[in-house]
């Protein structure tokens, strides 16, 4: 079964210090990993996805096959980075359909 | 583009009551999706079509939940009848499976359901 796991529910770091929001995934496959965001009062928006290997707004993740991992990071943290984060997983062959996880709660302090 | 395009934004009704939430998706996408979430559960897939056939509803609560798809730009999700537990914000997405931004879902804003 596809499953994907984000261990924190919440999230709280200091601006400058570098952030890392765990997900764990289960699919006997070849996924395909994403993650969204959801700011404060606005929709939820796709950040990256694991094929583009893009870097958007500083965030970078590393799909780690063999920890079953796509842990999303940045090395410096910015106040607006504060949101709702969710890592998702799509099926081998183009699946549409998205697993969620429950979602991890960042909050960048000042 | 406007994007998802939901309607209501916000709807309170009382227990029993039939509510019907609206979604238009973006022009050209061929899947939409219907999302609950939750405080508890967080975000769940309730069904998804696909050139506007239902492929998986099995995220779908209970038989007091509906959703049709009549055309490419228009989709309906009915709860009748309605109860203080399916008080949540009901989401709407849509994708294409081609292009670009492949299987990226675009989301809408959303719909606030409280169920009185």
């Known amino acids: 079964a596809q499953r994907v796991t984000q261990p924190e529910k919440l999230l709280s770091v200091f601006k400058g210090a570098p952030v890392e929001l765990k997900c764990n995934y289960s699919?006997?496959?070849?996924?395909?990993l994403f993650w969204y965001v959801q700011y404060s009062r606005q929709r939820l928006q796709l950040l990256l996805r694991?094929?583009s290997r893009e870097s958007i707004k500083g965030f970078t993740a590393d799909l780690n096959k063999g920890e079953t991992s796509f842990h999303l990071k940045k090395p410096f943290a910015q106040e607006e980075d504060s949101a709702m984060y969710y890592c998702?997983?799509?099926?081998?062959?183009?699946?549409?359909?998205?697993?969620f996880g429950k979602g991890t709660k960042l909050t960048v302090n000042p | 583009d406007a994007g998802v395009i939901q309607s209501p934004r916000h709807e309170v009704t009382e227990m029993g009551q039939e509510v019907t939430l609206r979604c238009k998706p973006i022009?050209?996408?061929?899947?939409l999706f219907w999302y609950r979430q939750t405080m508890m559960r967080g975000l769940e897939l309730l069904i998804y079509?696909?050139?506007?056939?239902?492929?998986?509803d099995s995220g779908m609560p209970e038989d007091r939940f509906s959703a049709k798809m009549p055309n490419a730009s228009f989709s309906t999700l009915k709860i009748q009848p309605s109860e203080p537990r399916d008080s949540a914000v009901y989401f709407c997405?849509?994708?294409?499976?081609?292009?670009?931004?492949?299987?990226?879902?675009?989301f809408g804003p959303g719909t606030r359901l409280t169920v009185l």
């Open positions: 997405a849509s994708s294409s499976a081609t292009g670009a931004n492949y299987n990226e879902q675009f």
């Open positions: 699919y006997s496959g070849s996924p395909e």
């Open positions: 694991h094929i």
């Open positions: 998702a997983l799509s099926g081998q062959g183009g699946s549409e359909k998205l697993v």
């Open positions: 022009s050209g996408h061929n899947s």
């Open positions: 079509f696909n050139n506007n056939v239902p492929i998986d």
